[in-house]
């Protein structure tokens, strides 16, 4: 069964910093597009970062030069280190796989997703 568990979500105030880890199990993913995608209460899901097989990586401009998106392909686990936060950061996060693929924007072209990890910053 695969499965991508999310954990280092919390509580930060803004300017603050949290690295989210996302651990996959089930089937190695080192050739897959990893990604995070974020999701605020009425807001659709937005990409954050991706990170594709070659370590070639994609940020979303509301993010870069804040967010870092890497692996460890040994750990079968991605991360996002986050520093710089900001209110509108908060959302709950999700780490997703995309097989055999390069990252995309698009949610629907992931076909794991992981069950999310709330991250809120306060002013």
């Known amino acids: 069964q695969v499965q991508l568990v999310e954990s280092g979500g919390g509580s930060v105030q803004a300017g603050g910093s949290l690295r989210l880890s996302c651990a996959a199990s089930g089937r190695t993913f080192t050739n897959d597009a990893m990604g995070w995608f974020r999701q605020a209460p009425g807001k659709e899901r937005e990409f954050v970062a991706g990170?594709?097989?070659?370590?070639?990586?994609t940020y979303a401009d509301s993010v870069k030069g804040r967010f870092t998106i890497f692996r460890d392909n040994a750990k079968n686990t991605v991360y996002l280190q986050m520093n710089s936060l900001k209110p509108e950061d908060t959302a709950v996060y999700y780490c997703?796989?995309?097989?055999?693929?390069?990252?995309?924007?698009?949610?629907?072209?992931?076909?794991?997703w992981g069950q999310g990890t709330q991250v809120t910053v306060s002013s």
């Open positions: 997703a796989a995309r097989r055999a693929g390069d990252t995309s924007y698009t949610p629907g072209a992931y076909d794991y």
């Open positions: 990170i594709n097989w070659r370590v070639s990586t």
